[in-house]
């Protein structure tokens, strides 16, 4: 059996045990504790934090997330770190209200109630839960592979009630998205477990907010959306979505009825390819950048591929937007994520 170790989070003053072969936020998941993370593969640098006293080792990560300076200084990847000692670690970044109020993580079984292409490559997947799911706007989950002990992470499209949808981008090879051509059908059996992240959408704030997806990142906004239209939301609202053309764009009606919804709504298609009709063009941070003059009065929600997520961010940083009002997940390549 593996040695336990305590680990103290400051500047909150939590505690909890991990064990040697378990990652630090595994265990805190296991135990309720929701930090601050996003990829969970050592990717995105969500989660990184500060090692003030203890013995810390990580599994491979990515060096764009933790630089080799920083490993050295004391920085570590809380999704990739195992203790072999009581540790004392400094949170650099984490929300009060979500430590120890988040949803609980756990495993429900599921039912395939639908599998349909919405683009040429982009499939909307609905799954019926086996018993009630309870996520919060932004989230996503894990879905196992069927026979396998491998999973893939895909956003919520939906609000908890009733089906919950995905929006998935198939990948040529893809252990996932592959199915969804020939491999699953109404009627299947999936296991999900989640829910994860914290790009979610904050109750009680009353800034405008800024979405800007791409490909399959239209999904969590469009949970964001359909939240926003279900509580009757006054908050200004301006969605950006990024594609190559025209045949590209979907849900362009839902999107539609969901904004009538809204008090101050407004949805903008951006094509960075071949430009049709009335939608705006270049790339999608090209058109907010000129759209969106006042970006740090705004609360922003970014969704898509890691180019678009990069660029964006490098764009509102140049904006001078304060941290506490960007929300973002990168859908990773499919050597990582979600094939």
Not at 17 to 25: A, H, M, N
Not at 60 to 77: I, K, M, Q
Not at 89 to 105: H, T
Not at 332 to 337: C, L, N
Request: a negative charge; hydrophobic letters at 40%.
């Amino acid at each position: 059996m593996a040695d336990k170790h305590r680990i103290q989070f400051e500047p909150v003053g939590i505690e909890m045990e991990v064990d040697e072969d378990e990652k630090i936020l595994d265990a805190a998941f296991r135990q309720g504790i929701h930090l601050m993370h996003g990829c969970r593969e050592g990717q995105c640098s969500a989660c990184k934090s500060y090692l003030l006293d203890g013995d810390i080792q990580m599994e491979r990560y990515s060096t764009f997330a933790c630089n080799d300076a920083e490993v050295a200084e004391g920085y570590v990847l809380l999704c990739k770190a195992h203790a072999f000692s009581d540790c004392t670690i400094e949170l650099l970044n984490f929300d009060e209200d979500e430590l120890l109020g988040g949803i609980p993580i756990r495993t429900v079984g599921t039912t395939v109630a639908a599998i349909e292409p919405v683009t040429r490559d982009i499939v909307s997947l609905r799954l019926k839960p086996a018993e009630e799911f309870d996520f919060k706007p932004g989230q996503y989950v894990d879905l196992t592979i069927p026979g396998t002990d491998e999973h893939r992470s895909f956003s919520m499209a939906t609000t908890p009630a009733g089906e919950i949808e995905f929006l998935i981008k198939k990948y040529p090879g893809g252990r996932f998205s592959g199915l969804l051509d020939d491999g699953l059908a109404v009627g299947d059996e999936l296991s999900m477990t989640g829910p994860y992240g914290s790009s979610t959408l904050k109750d009680g704030h009353v800034l405008p907010v800024v979405c800007v997806a791409g490909g399959a990142g239209m999904a969590p906004i469009l949970s964001i959306l359909r939240h926003l239209s279900e509580t009757g939301s006054t908050r200004p609202v301006r969605f950006y979505y990024g594609a190559r053309t025209a045949a590209d764009l979907f849900y362009l009606d839902a999107i539609r009825d969901l904004g009538a919804a809204l008090a101050d709504f407004e949805f903008v298609a951006c094509l960075s390819e071949s430009p049709e009709g009335a939608h705006e063009v270049g790339n999608v941070t090209e058109v907010v950048e000129r759209r969106e003059p006042q970006l740090s009065k705004c609360e922003t929600y970014l969704c898509g591929p890691p180019p678009m997520v990069d660029a964006a961010l490098g764009l509102l940083e140049n904006h001078a937007v304060p941290k506490d009002q960007i929300f973002y997940d990168k859908f990773t390549s499919p050597a990582t994520d979600g094939a």
